[in-house]
């Protein structure tokens, strides 16, 4: 029987990262339009998600820090075989789906912030602290391989069997069932007599912010405009379908090589960088991207969508080694998680938006206007970094 240990803990979230995001379903907004929803109607599906997320996910993170980091693991591969079967049954039924992004939100949840605490507190115990930016740059590549592997997959079933998708994802949330069995509970956890309580939990958290408030600025400020950043690689793949099969999982293939060669690059740049001075450099080169979706190419808006993506992937490690290091252990699943609600918030506004204006004006429109708006916003960050360098 294989031996439970903290360093075997990295091995089993990497595997764990595998195929709980396994991008087989990457597809979701092309296989809720062929089931005969208008994007406005996938907009607001995406706001039911966020809206569930931004509800339950301070709470999720602080039953993380009260009790087992397994548990929420373990709920949140529950939630996401309900949300599979959910989509698999709706048959054109908004109702069902609406349902089923309910799930979907929560299976997100329960991962979210306890999977990054389990990865951190799991390296401090194996004496491996030092290197937690290598090792969750490592595992997010993994996700990003993962993800874009899946999604190259799901392009041979674009056209009429992307309910299939929803079918692998069932049997990799059942093996991942497993994967967390294996995982040995840090001992932040074990240790405890008692497990502290949710007041303590959020008064921690308050006293946090009020020591630092502009990092309390700074996950506002940051997730919003990360949620900007993602648009185009949401609303994409509405346009794939003019695309054969095999050019759809090539795109994806390539993305997956340039997500990891980003990720590769942020573990090697990202402990000589700070998160907020590269943000704004960031959002310039995405607005700039956005703006040449005027041109209405189809092998542009694949540059567009494989570059802005890397940007994302380059950004999304440094960001959260900054923040680790900020947050202390006993409230770590709950930070994160707050992280994640105002990731949320700025979806539940931004995403059917986007979906109502590409309906009203076009895809290509949409994305010249926003990406106007980024470049000017990256410009006035620049020049505004000071303010957040001071704390940071």
């Known amino acids: 029987m294989l031996k439970k240990s903290y360093r075997h803990n990295i091995v089993w979230l990497g595997a764990t990262e595998f195929f709980s995001f396994f991008g087989i379903t990457s597809f979701w907004i092309l296989f809720l339009t062929q089931q005969g929803m208008t994007l406005w109607q996938v907009g607001i599906l995406e706001s039911i998600f966020h809206t569930t997320s931004l509800l339950s996910e301070v709470p999720s993170g602080m039953l993380a820090d009260r009790f087992h980091y397994r ?21 054109g039924n908004f109702w069902i789906y609406a349902l089923g992004m309910v799930f979907n939100a929560w299976s997100y949840n329960f991962d ?5 605490a389990m990865v951190f507190e799991s390296a401090k115990e194996a004496g491996l602290e030092n290197r937690f930016l290598k090792i969750s740059s490592f595992l997010s590549g993994t996700a990003e391989a993962t993800r874009t592997m899946g999604t190259v997959i799901a392009g041979f079933f674009v056209h009429g069997l992307l309910d299939v998708t929803y079918v692998i994802q069932i049997a990799f949330s059942l093996l991942v069932l497993f994967f967390i069995f294996m995982m040995k509970e840090p001992s932040v956890k074990e240790e405890r007599d008692q497990p502290a309580s949710l007041k303590n939990i959020i008064k921690t958290v308050i006293k946090v912010f009020r020591r630092t408030p502009r990092l309390l600025y700074w996950l506002m400020m940051s997730q919003l405009i990360c949620v900007f950043m993602c648009m185009f690689y949401f609303y994409y793949q509405n346009e794939l379908e003019s695309l054969d099969s095999w050019q759809i999982s090539l795109v994806m293939l390539i993305s997956s ?57 380059f950004f999304l490690p440094i960001f959260n080694n900054d923040l680790q290091n900020q947050i202390p252990s006993d409230v770590r699943a709950t930070m994160l998680s707050v992280c994640s609600m105002f990731f949320s918030l700025s979806m539940i506004l931004v995403f059917p938006m986007t979906g109502l204006f590409i309906d009203y004006f076009g895809f290509s429109q949409t994305f010249l206007g926003l990406g106007s708006v980024l470049a000017v916003l990256g410009i006035i960050l620049i020049c505004g970094y000071s303010y957040f360098s001071n704390d940071r």
Request: hydrophobic share 50%; glycine share 10%.
């Open 257 to 313: 090589g340039v997500n990891i060669g980003a990720v590769w690059l942020a573990s090697h740049l990202g402990e000589n960088q700070k998160a907020s001075r590269l943000l704004p450099i960031l959002v310039a080169l995405t607005g700039l991207l956005y703006i040449f979706s005027f041109t209405k190419i189809p092998m542009v808006y694949v540059l567009i969508y494989l570059l802005t993506d890397g940007i994302y992937a």
């Open 112 to 116: 979210s912030g306890t999977s990054s």
């Open 71 to 91: 548990t929420n693991l373990y709920l949140g591969r529950i939630m996401s075989i309900i949300s599979c079967l959910m989509m698999l049954f709706g048959q």
